[in-house]
C-alpha cells in the first residue's frame, strides 16, 4: 500500500523499503556500508527500534527518506501487480 501524507509508516513497511534497497544495491564484503537510500531509512529505522514504535509519521522522513521509501513502494507495487 503506497504511503499517504497522513497515513502513518510501519516499521514493516521501513523495512521493506530498506530490504528492496539492499537487494538493488547490495553492499560489497570489503565495506559493510548501505547505499544511500538504505542508510536514510536506516537512520528512521533505528530510531523506531530504539524508542519502540511501531508507526512513524510521514512528516518525520526527510525528502531523500520520502524518495526512497515511495521509489521502494512503487517498484513492491509494480512487482506484486505482475504476480497477479
Do not use: V
Amino acid at each position: 500500500m503506497p504511503a499517504q501524507a497522513q497515513q502513518p509508516i510501519s516499521i514493516i513497511e521501513l523495512e521493506r523499503a530498506i530490504n528492496y534497497w539492499r537487494s538493488k544495491y547490495p553492499s560489497s564484503r570489503d565495506t559493510m556500508t548501505l547505499c544511500p537510500q538504505a542508510a536514510c531509512l536506516a537512520e528512521l529505522y533505528a530510531r523506531m527500534i530504539i524508542f519502540q514504535i511501531h508507526e512513524i509519521s510521514i512528516a518525520e522522513f526527510s525528502a531523500k527518506a520520502r524518495k526512497a521509501l515511495r521509489e521502494a513502494e512503487e517498484a513492491h507495487a509494480g512487482r506484486h501487480n505482475q504476480a497477479a
